[in-house]
């Protein structure tokens, strides 16, 4: 796909979690480049401001996975679509997928292992908990930190559904996956495996849980070949937990580029949605944003053109378009 110069000019201008990475991903720029940049992200703008909210015990606002004033008997605090995005995990998911070298938050493994523990059943931190998604960011950050989340692991190959993926509310007696729950279990496992090795278990079960989605090409219930919800057509930065096409096919990059292995023909329905959600300056609009607290805005307002949904289509039709080209890209853990 060509992208207008002026748009990768408009991707450039902006803060150094994103520019390192529209340097190595969309210009091809030489690693010190785009290395060079990724290691301001811990001194400069959006890094630098998260990581000094971290609390002294290691976590942020109090808490492993809401803050730990949250009224979880306010409606807005505990809605799914309502919930706090300040605490411990989704600030470390954000560091993470920023780029943020690990050294930067040297110490903070063994002080999370200390100090927080999980509003379910004040279970430690490192071990998990019973939710997928949960786990899943617990997974890839535990990785990212050098902590021993081998048990989280072993978690999810004891929890897949007969189908093939996840869901998060096999504890309220599901029996079938999720989208979500399964594309945030993906996420989990591939980056666990890019930072371990992983093992033949545990790939076994990252193919089958790709398997599910795209038995349904992404988009579509088995049953009926209806559209799942109108969700998974809209796009919103930060992707948070939930699913969208694009979210899902930003996914099946990483993982074939880990994999070696060509784009899977059933993709294609999905990345050709997110083709004709291109607007005409070549630029993808943010689609809503998720409700509740955050630290600071990171993406532009709904409706407004997004630079994250532009580098993150951009990508995913750059690497669709090549490999029919017969060119590939390039791909590390938490891509």
């Known amino acids: 796909m060509s992208t207008d110069t002026a748009v990768l000019d408009w991707m450039l201008d902006s803060d150094p979690a994103l520019r390192w990475r529209v340097e190595r991903d969309l210009l091809g720029a030489p690693?010190?480049?785009w290395a060079a940049t990724r290691s301001r992200v811990a001194t400069e703008g959006f890094g630098a401001r998260l990581l000094a909210e971290q609390d002294a015990d290691g976590q942020w606002a109090g808490g492993a996975y809401f803050p730990g004033d949250a009224e979880f008997d306010h409606p807005d605090e505990r809605d799914e679509g309502g919930q706090p995005y300040t605490a411990t995990t989704w600030s470390l998911n954000a560091l993470r997928e920023w780029g943020v070298d690990a050294d930067a938050l040297a110490g903070t493994a063994e002080l999370l292992a200390a100090n927080s523990r999980w509003e379910y059943e004040d279970l430690p931190y490192w071990g998990g908990e019973?939710?997928?998604?949960?786990?899943?960011?617990?997974?890839a950050n535990g990785a990212w930190l050098g902590a021993d989340v081998s048990g989280?692991?072993?978690w999810f190959l004891e929890h897949r559904m007969a189908d093939g993926g996840w869901n998060c509310d096999w504890v309220e007696g599901s029996t079938r996956s999720s989208f979500h729950s399964t594309l945030n279990s993906l996420d989990g496992l591939l980056y666990y495996e890019g930072a371990t090795g992983g093992s033949d278990a545990l790939r076994e079960a990252r193919h089958a849980g790709e398997e599910y989605l795209l038995e349904r090409r992404l988009l579509r219930k088995q049953s009926t070949g209806e559209l799942v919800a109108p969700w998974v057509a809209r796009f919103a930065y930060p992707f948070r937990w939930k699913y969208s096409a694009l979210h899902a096919a930003d996914y099946f990059r990483a993982a074939t580029l880990h994999d070696d292995t060509p784009p899977d023909p059933r993709l294609a329905e999905a990345v050709e949605l997110i083709r004709a959600?291109?607007?005409?300056?070549?630029t993808w609009l943010q689609g809503y944003r998720h409700p509740g607290?955050?630290?600071?805005?990171?993406?532009?307002?709904?409706?407004e053109p997004s630079k994250w949904l532009t580098f993150h289509a951009t990508r995913v039709l750059d690497w669709w378009d090549g490999a029919a080209q017969g060119t590939r890209g390039s791909a590390s853990p938490g891509d």
């Open 31 to 33: 690693p010190e480049v």
């Open 130 to 139: 019973v939710d997928c998604c949960i786990n899943a960011f617990t997974l």
């Open 152 to 154: 989280i692991a072993q």
């Open 277 to 282: 959600s291109r607007t005409p300056e070549g």
């Open 293 to 303: 607290r955050v630290w600071f805005e990171i993406d532009a307002a709904p409706g």
